[in-house]
């Protein structure tokens, strides 16, 4: 089955530092671009971060840059997203993002389920 | 930063066709994606580069981008249609959503 299954969410203090992991089954996981998206609680969507097939290309958000750190690992099919420093306005759902491209963008066309990310004191 | 601006709230009669507009400067020169999300359920994707529908994605949903304004049609609009829509576009490797715009079906 084609699937994202995010981890690693939980409650952490102000300040705190959380990783989240992927892991993506049932495709080829090194030739898609990954990204984080993220949703607060009754708002709308954010996207966090992309990485590119070799890592060679990173980009993140205004509102997360120099404070997060996205990787990844193809040998394990795997995503990550370092998260340091974190405040009150990073609590989201976070979701891990396939992006697709055939012959131009074709969109973020596979979503995990999200893991919660919880900051407060 | 690219700003993105749909309407909170739109409702339409059931079996009719549903607009939802996203602005944004030269929004016509981009490529734009549309995202269906459900209470409690990630997003999916139904219009990719304007006005294209992935894979199992039913004609219903149809799409435009011309100027300043994308728009997504939901055409014989029915209960399941009830969710919340975005629109997202790439500008320098960053991407963009907008607010999101709740569907309603009376």
């Known amino acids: 089955e084609v699937q994202l299954v995010e981890s690693g969410g939980g409650l952490v203090k102000p300040g705190g530092s959380l990783r989240l992991s992927c892991v993506a089954s049932?495709?080829?996981?090194?030739?898609?671009?990954m990204n984080w998206v993220r949703q607060s609680p009754g708002k709308g969507l954010e996207w966090v971060s992309s990485?590119?097939?070799?890592?060679?290309?990173?980009y993140y958000a205004d509102s997360v840059k120099g404070r997060f750190t996205i990787s990844r690992d193809n040998v394990n099919n795997s995503l990550f997203l370092q998260m340091d420093s974190l405040r009150a306005d990073d609590t989201a759902v976070y979701f891990c993002?396939?992006?697709?491209?055939?012959?131009?963008?074709?969109?973020?066309?596979?979503w995990g389920q999200g893991t919660l990310v919880t900051v407060s004191s | 930063s690219y700003e993105l601006t749909q309407p909170l709230s739109v409702s339409v009669a059931l079996g009719q066709t549903a607009t939802i507009t996203c602005g944004g400067h030269?929004?016509?020169?981009?490529?734009v994606q549309w995202y269906q999300q459900k209470p409690g359920q990630a997003p999916v994707l139904v219009i990719y580069?304007?006005?294209n529908r992935p894979s199992g994605i039913p004609d219903q949903f149809s799409g435009s981008n011309s100027g300043k304004t994308a728009t997504l049609n939901i055409s014989r609009v029915q209960v399941g249609d009830e969710a919340d829509y975005y629109c997202?576009?790439?500008?320098?490797?960053?991407?963009?959503f907008g607010g999101g715009t709740k569907l309603t079906v009376l």
């Open positions: 993002v396939r992006e697709s491209y055939s012959s131009g963008p074709k969109g973020f066309d596979l």
């Open positions: 049932g495709f080829t996981f090194s030739r898609y671009t």
């Open positions: 990485i590119s097939t070799s890592s060679t290309y990173i």
């Open positions: 030269n929004i016509g020169n981009k490529n």
């Open positions: 580069r304007d006005n």
């Open positions: 997202q576009v790439w500008d320098n490797s960053i991407a963009f």
